[in-house]
């Protein structure tokens, strides 16, 4: 088997080694390596991090080349056939058990195999718009896990970008990537810097604007999925988009609910809208 890697094999017996310090305390706020920027103004490693053979797979095929693998023997056999290409050669699997690699991550990692990739140079809006006919667009929402499903709803419903507006968190953080399975790795995602003024470029790309929102004045979502190009836009729990984010947009649509219920979860409310856009 090994005989047809790509990747070189080290095998990592110390918890100290330096070589895997790139996977090295996954979960403290200060010395996590996926942390572009730390307190104090300190810069961190800004790494991707890619929990499992799946996620690691699709880390391998997008754009966020991997530099290095930690995981134990069995996950490397699992890999296998994906670490045969050459754009792996050279890099470092570095082999190691359990015990180990618990050691050295903070905690017993059930997956078994990590890999870590350097940030690709960010795409813009227009980049990611272009050929896109259905795109996310996300204000306020902070919360890792609701982006890690945000975009693993696209990528399961057909939305062909996501675009960031002011407040989101950071959807290269190890939760989000580990919870989109890997998709935030995959489906292009940019950043407005004007917020809302950029909403412009959707609408000279084209896109009807439509706001998620239960709120006054909304229409069934049914009614506004229908332009050749669309935009959802979803805001944070609880308040979701602000009243001015509102105003930018073509239409408010809202999601027919029953028994009370006002609202659903921001992700959850994502896939309904992908979902009746695919319909």
Not at 20 to 25: P, W
Not at 51 to 59: C, K, N, T
Not at 213 to 229: C, F, M, Q, R
Request: glycine fraction near 10%; aromatic fraction near 6%; charged fraction near 20%.
């Amino acid at each position: 088997m090994q005989s047809a890697l790509a990747v070189d094999v080290v095998d990592i017996t110390d918890p100290d080694d330096p070589r895997v310090d790139d996977f090295r305390d996954l979960n403290s706020v200060d010395r996590r390596p996926d942390v572009p920027a730390l307190p104090g103004g300190r810069v961190g490693k800004g790494l991707v991090i890619a929990e499992g053979v799946l996620v690691a797979q699709r880390m391998i095929a997008s754009r966020f080349a991997p530099h290095a693998f930690f995981g134990v023997d069995k996950r490397l056999a699992e890999l296998a056939g994906d670490l045969t290409g050459p754009t792996l050669s050279g890099v470092p699997f570095y082999r190691t058990d359990a015990d180990t690699m618990a050691q050295v991550v903070g905690f017993h990692l059930n997956r078994g195999v990590l890999a870590a990739a350097r940030r690709a140079p960010a795409l813009t809006v227009p980049q990611v718009l272009d050929g896109a006919r259905t795109v996310a667009v996300l204000e306020g929402v902070n919360d890792h896990e609701n982006i890690g499903s945000i975009f693993r709803n696209a990528a399961g419903l057909g939305v062909e970008a996501v675009v960031f507006g002011q407040g989101c968190a950071d959807p290269l953080y190890r939760r989000c990537v580990r919870v989109s399975m890997g998709h935030a790795l995959l489906v292009p995602f940019a950043r407005y810097e004007s917020w809302p003024q950029d909403l412009q470029i959707l609408r000279a790309e084209g896109f009807a604007l439509i706001a998620l929102t239960p709120g006054e004045g909304s229409v069934p979502l049914s009614e506004a999925v229908t332009a050749e190009k669309v935009a959802f836009l979803v805001g944070a729990e609880g308040p979701g988009l602000a009243e001015h984010t509102m105003r930018a947009c073509d239409v408010r649509a809202r999601i027919p609910m029953s028994r009370g219920t006002d609202s659903l979860n921001v992700a959850t409310a994502a896939a309904v809208a992908f979902y009746e856009r695919a319909r």
